[in-house]
């Protein structure tokens, strides 16, 4: 996985509901430091906040320590945000996350942009991921549900060849 994320301009991440797509994957770019932030935007407010949460969780269970995770693994909604600029995760709604590659600086760069359940096809999934695409930001594009294979090929790099799947 993070080997072709590194390769990669983009990435399909395509796997069953509960196999670790929002939870583990996030973990293992930020361990990789392949970015200086993982982005991962959701379609709901509701979603971005128990990702957070759940993140959370599974950090502060492994490293043995209560709080460990609470100024690495941030969220920003429309309506509400626990954010820290040691935040090495950070779960946005599409909205929130759409606004960050719109108004931010350079930084950006650095950053992995992770957007979820794009299965569902809403427009500012859409638009946040061809903005991505279109200034060069990492991507990996992640659903239980969606067609890989098309997503893919919507992705191909400048030879034509299609994103890889995973």
Do not use: W
Request: with cysteine; hydrophobic share 40%; aromatic share 6%.
């Amino acid at each position: 996985f993070i080997d072709m994320v590194s390769d990669n301009p983009v990435v399909i991440l395509s796997g069953n509901t509960g196999s670790g797509k929002t939870t583990l994957g996030a973990q293992a770019l930020m361990e990789s430091e392949l970015g200086r932030k993982v982005i991962q935007p959701q379609p709901r407010i509701i979603l971005a906040r128990n990702a957070c949460y759940r993140v959370r969780q599974e950090m502060d269970y492994a490293m043995h320590q209560k709080g460990y995770a609470d100024k690495r693994v941030g969220y920003t909604t429309s309506t509400d945000s626990e954010v820290d600029p040691e935040n090495e995760i950070l779960m946005a709604t599409y909205g929130a996350a759409l606004k960050m590659v719109i108004h931010g600086g350079k930084e950006i760069k650095s950053f992995i942009f992770n957007p979820e359940e794009v299965h569902l096809r809403e427009i500012e999934a859409d638009i946040l991921i061809g903005l991505c695409a279109k200034r060069g930001l990492k991507l990996v594009i992640s659903s239980a549900t969606m067609n890989a294979e098309k997503m893919a090929e919507t992705y191909s790099n400048v030879h034509g060849e299609p994103a890889p799947i995973l």
